[in-house]
């Protein structure tokens, strides 16, 4: 294993999956040594027309989290999604792993509220999620050492996770087609 930046450890496997309806990528972050491992921005597949959701997205990351043999220790949102349902929800009732995002979500959530008129009845203090990570925050993921930054733009709430040597950047960057992501949601 070797000392990335940071002093953070390791080099994870990194398993993406992309979903072309949404043009967004997830993906299946794992410690080669202990098997463990997180998936980062699941998708829950919808359909606008119809109004119906469907998990074929999510369930194709549990076949392969099965096929490695690894064990999923956490469900990693980089910020919450204004262009794609979250399946973060479903794969905690599907396996049990906690959930997470970063802590300016319930900023994020306050002002999404009024935008979007919900209801009182719905909460914006992040108890959708298990854990609420702030700029700096770190875990592991089996021996790999992680990292949460603080990287407002696309939303005031998102979040990269670095994970040894990778950086998970959510909507940071539209690579190697776009360039700097919109920043055009309420609060981006």
């Given at each position: 294993m070797?000392?990335?930046?940071s ?11 992309f ?6 990528i ?19 597949d919808l ?6 959701i469907?998990?074929w997205s999510?369930?194709?990351l549990l ?5 490695e043999?690894?064990?999923?220790q956490?469900?990693?949102?980089t910020?919450?999604?204004?262009d ?36 009182d ?8 999620w298990?854990r609420?990570f702030?700029?700096?925050d770190?875990?592991t993921?089996?021996?790999c050492?992680?990292e949460?930054m ?5 939303t ?14 959510h909507?940071?960057?539209?690579q ?13």
């Amino acid at each position: 294993m070797h000392t990335g930046p940071s002093g953070l450890n390791g080099r994870p496997i990194v398993s993406g999956f992309f979903d072309e309806r949404t043009f967004s990528i997830q993906y299946v972050v794992a410690d080669p040594e202990t098997r463990q491992c997180v998936i980062i921005d699941p998708v829950l597949d919808l359909d606008e027309k119809s109004g119906s959701i469907a998990t074929w997205s999510a369930d194709r990351l549990l076949d392969h989290i099965a096929t490695e043999n690894l064990a999923l220790q956490w469900i990693l949102d980089t910020h919450p999604h204004a262009d794609h349902l979250s399946a973060a929800g479903y794969l905690k009732d599907r396996t049990g792993a906690p959930t997470a995002i970063g802590a300016k979500v319930v900023e994020v959530q306050k002002l999404w509220k009024k935008f979007y008129n919900y209801s009182d009845a719905f909460p914006t203090d992040g108890s959708q999620w298990d854990r609420l990570f702030a700029d700096g925050d770190r875990f592991t993921i089996g021996a790999c050492e992680a990292e949460v930054m603080f990287t407002p733009g696309h939303t005031m709430a998102s979040i990269a996770y670095r994970v040894g040597d990778a950086v998970f950047v959510h909507d940071t960057l539209f690579q190697p087609d776009s360039g700097t992501a919109r920043a055009d949601f309420p609060g981006g």
